[in-house]
């Protein structure tokens, strides 16, 4: 039987929130990869392989599924929320760009729910006007660029959701990030802390932007700068469909 390998997103946290093809496809798996956390999520069985592994091992990573799928298994490599979403998938499609020989095999990517969507689904619809999102790790991209995207995303308007905004490895990237926001005229705007979505440790808090403290935030926490219309209606937050 020919191989394959699947690139699938287990969406923020709860089970209830992984589609249908993600749970079809961990079925008929043979090999499961991923960050450790997010493997841990799989329940073992037998003639099933779990291969966990440490988060900055990406490309390794891929390259094994590639490796097991090429060998006739049904490897999947999994990402929590969307696997596009600064994740695996584009990985997966960095190997293959340097390996003709794997190019024929058939891959699939499976979307998952992304973390600012199950975010934005909590508190209303903070999203629901033009948004952007950035990534805060500056692991694969320098600090500058991120402080240029900031503040070009703050001065366009954009609601902006913020990726691992902060990591015990880079503690003062954060607190900067929310000066240059400021900086950029940002300071009156509502900011959503969402940590944990989905998970039974989910805990949001909502701020305006010059109140905002930088500790609000760690690794398992999305941060959703709103636009400057959003408007609170109860407990709710929402970007209204117009803007003049
Ligand atoms: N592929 C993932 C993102 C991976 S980057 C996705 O689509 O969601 C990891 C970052 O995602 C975390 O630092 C955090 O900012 C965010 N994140 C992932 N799951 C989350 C959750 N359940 N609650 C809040 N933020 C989450």
């Not at 499609?93 to 973390?115: K, N, S």
């Not at 009156?188 to 403290?213: C, D, K, M, N, S």
Request: aromatic share 6%; charged share 20%; net charge neutral.
């Amino acid at each position: 039987m020919s191989g394959s390998l699947v690139v699938a997103g287990l969406g923020p946290g709860a089970d209830s929130l992984i589609t249908p093809e993600v749970v079809q496809s961990l079925a008929d798996a043979t090999d499961v990869l991923g960050y450790k956390p997010y493997v841990e999520r799989i329940a073992p069985r037998e003639g099933l392989k779990l291969h966990p592994s440490d988060n900055r091992e990406e490309l390794a990573r891929a390259r094994a599924g590639l490796q097991i799928a090429s060998s006739g298994g049904r490897a999947v490599i999994v990402s929590s929320g969307d696997p596009g979403v600064f994740a695996m998938a584009a990985a997966v499609f960095e190997v293959l760009a340097d390996a003709p020989e794997w190019q024929q095999l058939d891959i699939r990517v499976l979307p998952g729910i992304t973390a600012m969507l199950a975010a934005a689904a909590r508190i209303g619809a903070p999203l629901g006007h033009d948004f952007c999102a950035i990534n805060l790790s500056d692991n694969l991209k320098p600090w500058p660029l991120i402080e240029r995207r900031l503040r070009l995303a703050a001065e366009a308007g954009f609601a902006i959701a913020l990726y691992n905004p902060r990591s015990a490895s880079r503690p003062a990237g954060f607190a900067r990030a929310l000066e240059i926001l400021k900086e950029a005229g940002a300071g009156g705007r509502l900011v959503v802390f969402a940590r944990a979505v989905t998970t039974p440790h989910e805990h949001i808090e909502v701020h305006t932007l010059q109140e905002a403290r930088a500790d609000l935030a760690d690794m398992r926490t999305i941060v959703i700068v709103c636009n400057a219309e959003t408007r609170r209606v109860g407990r709710w937050l929402y970007a209204p469909r117009q803007v003049s």
